[in-house]
Antibody
Framework: QLQLQESGPGLVKPSETLSLTCTVSGGSISSSSYYWGWVRQPPGKGLEWIGTIYYNGNTYYNPSLTSRLTMSVDTSRNLFSLKLNSVTAADTAVYYC???????????????WGQGTLVTVSS | EVVLTQSPGTLSLSPGERATLSCRASQYISNNYLAWYQQKPGQAPRLLIYVASSRATGIPDRFSGSGSGTDFTLTISRLEPEDFAVYYCQQYGSSPITFGQGTRLEIK
């Protein structure tokens, strides 16, 4: 059974880069059956898809974030990562990583999810 | 971008009652590529329904999804105390993936 765990700094200064890692256990990130996604949720608000990556490095980004976003995968360590640069207070959110079954290629639902990690952007 | 509008914003019901939650899309969602999630405070969302009407593994059969095109519904046939939470719909028929703003289901 797949399990995902986010990790990274809980506090980032404005204009700096937010970096998070999602470690996958219970299965291989190199499986052709899954894509790997990030979703965020500002405090008290709804969910926003950030981006999705495949084990071969193919990426799919939300157009609203694409200019600031970089996602990568490390198959040797079974993890994938997120970097969001030039952050502002609007990027304060709980960041979730999640699995996307390969259904309509990268477009799909999210299951399972990591527990989430709160990242606050503040000086 | 497909905008999903959920209604009502808040639904107040009692245990044992039937809950009907709506998700309306601004554009046709191809092949009914719509999912529903339940989120409790301090927890990650949990997948309930995918492809509009297929229950995810381990989801009780009191949860059902229906609809097509632009109008979708999540129905909880008889509310249990653990069902009171926030529910989100999500479309994956086109990029970017989008979510509705959520419906809060609260105890009356």
């Amino acid at each position: 059974q797949l399990q995902l765990q986010e990790s990274g700094p809980g506090l980032v200064k404005p204009s700096e880069t937010l970096s998070l890692t999602c470690t996958v256990s219970g299965g291989s990130i190199s499986s052709s059956s899954y894509y790997w996604g990030w979703v965020r949720q500002p405090p008290g608000k709804g969910l926003e898809w950030i981006g999705t990556i495949y084990y071969n490095g193919n990426t799919y980004y939300n157009p609203s974030l694409t200019s600031r976003l970089t996602m990568s995968v490390d198959t040797s360590r079974n993890l994938f990562s997120l970097k969001l640069n030039s952050v502002t207070a609007a990027d304060t959110a709980v960041y979730y990583c999640a699995t996307q079954p390969r259904f309509l290629e990268w477009l799909g639902w999210f299951d399972p999810w990591g527990q989430g990690t709160l990242v606050t952007v503040s000086s | 971008e497909v905008v999903l509008t959920q209604s009502p914003g808040t639904l107040s019901l009692s245990p044992g009652e039937r809950a009907t939650l709506s998700c309306r899309a601004s554009q046709y969602i191809s092949n009914n590529y719509l999912a529903w999630y339940q989120q409790k405070p301090g927890q990650a969302p949990r997948l309930l329904i995918y492809v509009a009407s297929s229950r995810a593994t381990g989801i009780p059969d009191r949860f059902s999804g229906s609809g097509s095109g632009t109008d979708f519904t999540l129905t909880i046939s008889r509310l249990e105390p653990e069902d009171f939470a926030v529910y989100y719909c999500q479309q994956y028929g086109s990029s970017p993936i989008t979510f509705g703003q959520g419906t809060r289901l609260e105890i009356k």
